[in-house]
């Protein structure tokens, strides 16, 4: 590592929101050094791949749409009678791949019986979340990609603060869809219009919007 563990520890404590820290030649063993110096820390981020570390420290407005998404997935799976087990951004690794990655949001839908009571993920036995959420307000979470392909996690929801995109894992990489495989009656568009509506009339009332959508079904 170019940067000690003390001093890397010493710039995150003035790392600013939405700021992102880049260290190259990073050691697995390092990697895991970090992870375990930083802990929870401010709700940072950190996402290894191949020696290359980031920590990137979230702002408020990158949150609000997190919660707002996890509020939306949970009404989903009520209304919808669909398993649902949430991990938050739980740290994802694999030694043998040399990555890991901590999203923003992730859960189990398809996988979500096989993960319930589970408090420790091991992807050598344990399935990779069924959905990552990446808030890509003020970061550039596209770089992450590869490491959730390598990761076998199926679909990514991208959020730019402007528009929602959805992408399902086809071999090696990422497309594009129109749905979501977790949860197919919700479209990136849907997604769209309820992060709008959450800016503008807030949370419940986009909540109450969506359910009464759909009802209407």
């Not at 930083?38 to 919660?67: C, F, N, Q």
Request: charged content about 25%.
């Amino acid at each position: 590592m170019q940067t000690t563990t003390t001093d890397y520890l010493c710039v995150i404590e003035h790392l600013p929101a939405g700021a992102t820290l880049r260290l190259a030649g990073v050691s697995w063993d390092e990697y895991e050094e970090a992870l375990s110096e930083l802990g929870d820390r401010a709700g940072l981020r950190v996402s290894y791949d191949e020696g290359r570390l980031l920590i990137m420290s979230p702002t408020a407005e990158h949150e609000e749409y997190k919660d707002s998404i996890y509020s939306l997935v949970r009404l989903l799976a009520v209304e919808t009678n669909a398993a649902l087990e949430t991990r938050g951004s739980t740290t994802y690794r694999r030694r043998r791949k040399a990555k890991g990655v901590e999203p923003d949001a992730s859960f189990y839908v398809q996988n979500a019986a096989r993960m319930i009571g589970k408090r420790r993920i091991d992807l050598e036995v344990d399935p990779p979340p069924d959905v990552v959420v990446e808030i890509d307000v003020s970061s550039e979470s596209l770089a992450k990609f590869p490491i959730y392909a390598a990761l076998g996690v199926p679909e990514i929801w991208l959020y730019d603060g402007q528009q929602a995109r959805m992408h399902e894992l086809a071999e090696e990489t990422y497309r594009e869809t129109p749905h979501s495989l977790a949860f197919p009656m919700l479209t990136s568009a849907a997604l769209t219009d309820f992060l709008d509506q959450s800016k503008t009339s807030g949370q419940s009332a986009a909540l109450a919007t969506f359910r009464q959508r759909l009802s209407a079904r």
